[in-house]
């Protein structure tokens, strides 16, 4: 198939004002029946031809303006629907389609999970549904009734509020009629009906409207929605409070299903959640998990503004909605918990997804322009970098000057399908800054490298600081031109405290950011007192890799005094990566090697810090993954090695801060009861780190502790934590525990989830072994996304050295298992096949092996469109 491309971008020649959908469902048979009222654009030409999408469609039925349509009229295959010669007046169009819920194994359009049917039609899957202009830029008012039978499915919801409900007399089934006033396109499109509990609640908006509030999910889960309620209201609140943004329906609806390919759809007024974004209780979920609930509730909220009232044009500008609320969710979630520990999951996860995906063959820019299937451009660059680049907006013009803007988008664009051009034209306007140079950002794929040297002159008092910036060359993308990278910076004089300087030359500074947007610049500062330590990057306020040559003493103090936390953080890290990298080229070429007492020196002090904060010494006690470490190298890596050399370290740290662990381990959740806040779980990340160390500190008593830990815990957290110890380390009782935890667990999905990660997870020549064999487990569901994603997904990208084994099996498990998910859903095998895009990094007899069963992948003929996108691009 051809490429799609921005520049070919047309608007649609017919437009579709409103939809009343007639949805009889039944299992195995349901029947949609469509009447569009459609009308020519100003400018279409009289008859020209209407041509609609569909995709394995079949229809059953076509009238317009209510009479049958002569066969000659029009001419329909199952992905395509054309009238040649349509009125040229305002006309009405009938469809009817047949389809089988049950059969649709790919989980978008209409199907069912468990016995609940529901929908998933972001990005093209309203066509499985019916035939439809479907593209974001078309935008509709719909109306929905639906009817099936009252005993399987009393629960009956659509997007908007309800109109009407009745029964259908004698024949055991009802309906209901949905109405949605808010023109949109028909990716936000979404129904649900089954046998669902309701959660109810409300909440009360800034105007003084009462909005219900409903969660959806099976009986008996009930109890596992409190958190995410109060997320919900959370949201609600914070969006009017700090965005000014109110919501606009009379009811808010999530409904909960256990087979989804993403993590949760926005559809207007009903989101429909994978349900491991709203289920929580301390006895199942995580920290982690509650975190997440929180962010993800968020983020769909956040939609309904950003996203939904203002949606987008066409795919190219995805980032328009999912970078601007991945920004929100970020916001949101550094409001309610500690924004530096925030800030530093937030760039652990650009680092470890964005950066790899941008440097590997399928990087690409924010903004793309070209592609094969928009399912896989739901990336880490779309979503994080795209995130990164409002958030260096916000950062170039302040936050009163970002707020205008985003207002003045608000105010102008509502009810529109727009582009990256009109949002940045808002910025433009309300700030009076030219923000040319800056949309960069939105075409450039890779990520800009910013080396820095530095010099100070005792006589002059000048500190004077080179900067370069280069993105390194990527497939496809020939030169690049220089961004607009704001650096926030401090010069810290020897007392700790950021200096005041004089008059700056060589670069645009506004408070504490220095702006960098030639390819070299010399910044001077005058009047420095002393020579400074210069801390760059503070808050990581560009997504750029620094190639800051700092001495080891340098970042010995920053890590001790930087006043910005999260460079305090990122000194430590440095100090480990550059010993891990060291380390790790030793034991590769077979040589000795010991870690460096500075650094392990470092690690011990931080657990003492006490004016630190649980959380923020936990983060600062993680040394970075192995993967990490693979990408700082970036060639010829030998994950074996790697993995050697992360563990000499970690049992270095260990031995060193041995006896100061317990009391950490001891302390926390000493009675009371769980509570999910970011302290709270502060104190437990912090204490599963210590335990982390502990458990190889060589103390008699460690193994005893894990177990412990293990078998008394009264939360997941606990006992995941002490869990994977005992699987990872390969501890004694490890069988033990993993049975104890099946028995324990076994009725709940998405603990059983985490029983699979974390043995899929663990190091060791036997985990594949392992792998294989609970694939054919009881518990295991090829079907089921988020198991599929627990076990093998989580095989390919969190075990660096099984997956990359040197007999090669771990990448044949992961192609054999890509061709067969392929068969029944595509989106699930493409995102697993992304696991391999670091391959070409690797040395050259793993990269061989990768490349083999990568060939093997694509000699495969009838790859579905997702599978064969992401290999094509993955070998070119
Ligand atoms: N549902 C996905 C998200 O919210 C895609 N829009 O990011
Ligand atoms: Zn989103």
Redesign the pocket.
Known sequence: APAIRLEDYQPPLYRIDKVALNVELAPGATRVTATLEVSRQPGTEAGAPLVLDGDELSLAGIKLNGEALAETAYAATADRLELASPPADPFELTLVTELDPDANTKLMGLFRSSATYCTQC?AEGFRRITYFLDRPDVLAVYTTRLEASKKDCPVLLANGNLTETGDIDGTGRHYAVWHDPHPKPAYLFALVAGDLAEVPDTFTTMSGKEVALNIYVEHGKESLCDWAMDSLKRSMRWDEEVFGREYDLDVFNIVAVSDFN?????NKGLNIFNDKYVLADPETATDQDYANIEAVIA??YF?NWT?NRITCRDWFQLCLK?GL?VFRDQEFSSDMRSRAVKRIADVRLLKSHQFPEDAGPLAHPVRPRTYHEINNF?TATV?EKGAEVVRMLQTLLGEQKFRAGLDLYFDRHDGEATTIEAFLSCFEEASSTDLEQFSLWYEQAGTPVVSVETEYDPDRKSFTVSLSQEIPPIAGQKSSKPAVIPLRFGLIGSNGEDMETGSVEGANVAGDVLVLDKAHQDVVFHNVAAAPVLSLLRGFSAPVRLNQPLHSEELLFQAAQDRDPFNRWQAVQTLAMQDLVRLAGLVRDGSEGTPSEDVIGVFASVLGETQLDEALRAQALTLPSEADVAQEIGKDVNPDAIHTARQMLRRAVAARIASSLVPFITDQSAGGTFSPDAQAAGKRALAHRCLHYYAVSGAADATDLVWSRFASADNMTDRLAALTLLVHDHMPREEEALAAYRERHTDSSLAMDKWFMTQATAPGNETLDRVKALMSDPSYDAGNPNRVRSLLQSFATGNPTQFARMDGAGFELIAESVLEIDKRNPQVASRLLTSFRSWRALDPQRSALAESALLRISACENLSRDSRDIVDRTLQ
């Not at 993403?262 to 926005?266: F, I, N, P, S």
């Open positions: 972001e993403m993590g949760a759809m926005e983020h769909e939609h996203g999912e609320t739901y979503y």
